[in-house]
């Protein structure tokens, strides 16, 4: 099969040409600028599973009445250190983001906070809300659910039985950039699957397999209806690990926080329903900051010492992938394939927004 070719695209003019399609359905200019720069973050960031690919899913999203723009988050209980909030449906990268502000000026006063954010919509990337912890300081770990269509088959399984439910975990390291460990518990992120299939490209043996359980490695399987209108599945990272820690996304993201976990059948609507446990932790308020800053500069250190295996030029750390990523896409341009353009553009059509072929 002949190579898809992409196309560069300057990072400005992704934001300006996504917040145009999110104002045309419905978004007022701020939520517009935000959700297109965080969209946009996630591509530089080398996550183009959660970028701009991400907004043609949005806008039949909002047609279809499961995300509501212009929401704001809402708050259930404030008890100081316990907060509960719920997204009301609204953009994720926007109650996100309220749900963080909130959470973090309850760790910096109290030393820490449990925030349990329920029924947001697509938070997009998890990294992005624990980079905004370590900045102030803040130890952070997030445990997230997807409700959306079953895309995951637990671990012995041979159908979805949940979504990609991604983990996170920020550590601010004294004078280095944080560790920052941001992860689907699925082998790989349902959005990839789309970027490979929209290239035309198959995957690793491992990552998938069909509607009627058997590997396969046609990323085509959990992005278009198969036989019967069936999808196949994704599996999970690790074996019994990665099962076993999706379903704690599950218990705790989920039934915890009161948003509720998948048990439902798949359906054919757009909207993807995030919730989320959030834990922070001042080090200073704990105590043990001065430790904790030896120490963890001491690790990475050690870490970075280790003889590279072959194959390999050094050992790296959760976070430099995405921080290499964002130097060399904002330089180079960010690739986007044609089938995703076309996408884009056939979204701003139903919203009344024209994009150049």
């Known amino acids: 099969m002949a190579a898809i070719q992409e196309k560069l695209f300057a990072a400005d003019a992704l934001r300006t040409q996504c917040a145009d399609i999110l104002r045309g359905s419905g978004s007022q200019s701020e939520e517009a600028d935000k959700v297109a720069a965080n969209l946009v973050m996630a591509n530089l960031s080398g996550h183009d599973s959660h970028g701009v690919g991400m907004l043609p899913r949005y806008v039949d999203a909002?047609?279809?009445?499961?995300?509501?723009?212009?929401?704001?988050?809402?708050?259930?209980?404030?008890?100081?250190?316990?907060?509960?909030?719920?997204?009301?449906?609204?953009?994720?990268?926007?109650?996100?983001?309220?749900?963080?502000?909130?959470?973090?000026?309850?760790?910096?006063?109290?030393?820490?906070?449990?925030?349990?954010?329920?029924?947001?919509?697509?938070?997009?990337?998890?990294?992005?809300?624990?980079?905004?912890?370590?900045?102030?300081?803040?130890?952070?770990?997030?445990?997230?659910?997807?409700?959306?269509?079953?895309?995951?088959?637990?671990?012995?399984?041979?159908?979805?039985?949940?979504?990609?439910?991604?983990?996170?975990?920020?550590?601010?390291?004294?004078?280095?950039?944080?560790?920052?460990?941001?992860?689907?518990?699925?082998?790989?992120?349902q959005?990839?699957?789309?970027?490979?299939?929209?290239?035309?490209?198959?995957?690793?043996?491992?990552?998938?397999?069909?509607?009627?359980?058997?590997?396969?490695?046609?990323?085509?399987?959990?992005?278009?209806?198969?036989?019967?209108?069936?999808?196949?599945?994704?599996?999970?990272?690790?074996?019994?690990?990665?099962?076993?820690?999706?379903?704690?996304?599950?218990?705790?993201?989920?039934?915890l926080t009161g948003g509720g976990t998948t048990h439902q059948p798949s359906n054919t609507a757009r909207a993807v329903t995030n919730s989320m446990l959030t834990i922070l932790i001042n080090p200073a308020k704990l105590g043990t900051q001065s430790a904790m800053e030896t120490e963890a500069l001491a690790f990475v250190e050690w870490m970075r010492a280790a003889p590279a295996a072959p194959g390999f030029e050094a050992v790296q750390m959760a976070g430099e992938p995405e921080r290499a990523a964002r130097l060399k896409r904002a330089k180079d341009g960010i690739a986007i394939d044609p089938e995703t353009w076309l996408e884009l553009r056939q979204a701003g059509n139903k919203v009344g927004v024209v994009l150049p072929a």
């Open 191 to 255: 959005g990839k699957m789309r970027v490979a299939h929209n290239l035309g490209k198959t995957v690793e043996p491992g990552f998938l397999i069909d509607e009627k359980g058997h590997p396969t490695t046609d990323p085509g399987v959990v992005v278009v209806p198969q036989s019967g209108g069936l999808f196949g599945a994704l599996m999970p990272f690790g074996e019994h690990k990665g099962s076993g820690l999706a379903m704690a996304c599950e218990l705790l993201g989920g039934a």
């Open 62 to 189: 909002v047609l279809e009445g499961g995300l509501t723009p212009n929401a704001s988050v809402k708050t259930l209980l404030d008890a100081g250190t316990l907060l509960s909030l719920h997204g009301q449906r609204g953009y994720g990268q926007v109650v996100g983001e309220q749900a963080m502000q909130m959470a973090m000026a309850r760790a910096q006063e109290h030393g820490s906070c449990i925030m349990a954010l329920a029924e947001a919509h697509h938070l997009g990337r998890i990294g992005h809300f624990a980079e905004m912890a370590v900045a102030q300081g803040l130890v952070a770990l997030h445990f997230v659910n997807v409700k959306s269509r079953r895309v995951v088959a637990p671990w012995g399984g041979a159908d979805g039985r949940y979504g990609t439910n991604p983990c996170c975990i920020g550590v601010p390291i004294k004078g280095q950039p944080p560790f920052v460990l941001d992860f689907a518990t699925s082998r790989v992120a």
